[in-house]
Every structure is written in structure tokens, then in C-alpha cells.
């Protein structure tokens, strides 16, 4: 089997990446995350996605390489990552009670034939109103660092979603659903 390479550090990523039952092994590349200004959510998910499949397929000569990564947007604004917890909790504030798009992107390139998928998805996070309380408390507890929105779905940020329109793994992180069928058009077949 072809060697599958996940470029990416997080640890759910990684976990989702398992679901598929295939053998693969991380490898981050040196693609600096930065927000690109005119970009919206979508659009910088996808382009984010591409440069760290990139960043990493460059080191391969035979690989399928998987990048992804996930932007919220709120309007026209576009959150990523908070700098720090102060940055967390204005995000939070600016967050609550709306309806915000979370964007995922999902870029796989066959290094072999130089093949590039490129695929985005979107998805809605309806928000409950948060208190000054709810927002210091969670962002004490360290969970919004390194997370687009300030927020995961898969932790303690569960508790402030009324409802999502979308893919769940999507919105963790990785499209599981999308991957397989593109992983299988270009040979590589999941547990199924």
C-alpha cells in the first residue's frame, strides 16, 4: 500500500483519520498558518488546507498527502485561531447568540501523478447567548487556545451550541465522509 500521509498536528484530526482503518502516520509540515484579508471563511479554509498538503507533499516522491483545516465566519469576518485567552474571549463575545459558518477544507494530493483534490464544506453553528461568566470560566480552562472560533465542538464548547447544520467531523475537523470517497477514486479503500 502507498504511503498516506496526514499533515496536520492535531491530535482530532489524527483520531478521525483512524475512523478510516487504514495505515497512515502524521507529519506536519512548516506551512505558517497566517489569515489571508479578503478571503472568506470557505475560501481560506480551502486555501489553508492546500498549503499544508503542500508544504508536505514536496518531501515525497510516491505518497498520498491529506491537509485539511477548519476557519469559522461570522459575516464577513473570518475567526481562526485566537493569539491569546484575551483575543479568546472577544471572539467568544462576538460568537454568542449568533449563527455562525464553520468551513472546512480538505486537500489531498497524489504525489505520484501530481493529482490535487481540493474540497470545502460549510456548516451552521447555531450559538446560545453566552454570559461574561460562561466565557472566562471556558476560556480558563484552555480549551479555545489553538481552535478556529475560540471553540470545539468535541469539548466543553458543546455546551454553547443550540444546534449544527452539517457535518460533525467536518466541523472537528476533517470531513471523514468526503476523504473516503476521495481516497477510494484515486485506490485506497477505507475498512468498508
Known amino acids: 500500500?502507498?504511503?498516506?500521509?496526514?499533515?496536520?498536528?492535531?491530535?482530532?484530526?489524527?483520531?478521525?483519520?483512524g475512523f478510516l482503518g487504514i495505515p497512515f502516520r502524521v507529519e506536519p509540515g512548516d506551512f505558517e498558518e497566517t489569515m489571508v484579508p479578503g478571503l472568506d471563511a470557505f475560501?481560506?479554509?480551502k486555501a489553508m488546507a492546500l498549503g499544508k498538503a503542500r508544504a508536505v507533499a514536496k518531501k515525497h516522491k510516491d505518497a498520498i498527502v491529506i491537509g485539511?483545516?477548519?476557519?469559522?465566519?461570522?459575516?464577513?469576518?473570518?475567526?481562526?485561531?485566537?493569539?491569546?485567552?484575551?483575543?479568546a474571549k472577544r471572539i467568544l463575545r462576538e460568537?454568542?447568540?449568533k449563527t455562525q459558518i464553520v468551513a472546512t477544507g480538505l486537500a489531498i494530493?497524489?504525489?505520484?501523478?501530481?493529482?490535487?483534490?481540493?474540497?470545502?464544506?460549510r456548516h451552521k453553528v447555531y450559538f446560545r447567548k453566552l454570559s461574561a461568566r460562561e466565557i472566562a470560566s471556558y476560556v480558563a480552562s484552555g480549551e479555545p487556545m489553538g481552535k478556529a472560533g475560540a471553540w470545539a465542538i468535541q469539548g466543553k464548547g458543546t455546551l454553547f451550541?443550540?444546534?449544527?447544520?452539517?457535518?460533525?467531523?467536518?466541523?472537528?475537523?476533517?470531513?471523514?465522509?468526503t476523504l473516503a470517497r476521495e481516497l477510494e477514486k484515486l485506490g485506497i479503500k477505507s475498512w468498508k
Open 95 to 97: 460568537l454568542s447568540g
Open 161 to 177: 451550541i443550540k444546534k449544527i447544520e452539517g457535518d460533525y467531523p467536518a466541523i472537528v475537523g476533517l470531513p471523514v465522509f
Open 1 to 17: 500500500m502507498r504511503k498516506i500521509i496526514l499533515a496536520s498536528t492535531s491530535p482530532r484530526r489524527r483520531e478521525l483519520m
Open 43 to 45: 475560501s481560506l479554509a
Open 109 to 121: 494530493i497524489d504525489t505520484r501523478t501530481k493529482k490535487t483534490i481540493l474540497r470545502g464544506s
Open 68 to 87: 485539511a483545516d477548519t476557519v469559522v465566519g461570522l459575516g464577513r469576518k473570518v475567526y481562526g485561531k485566537p493569539r491569546d485567552a484575551r483575543d
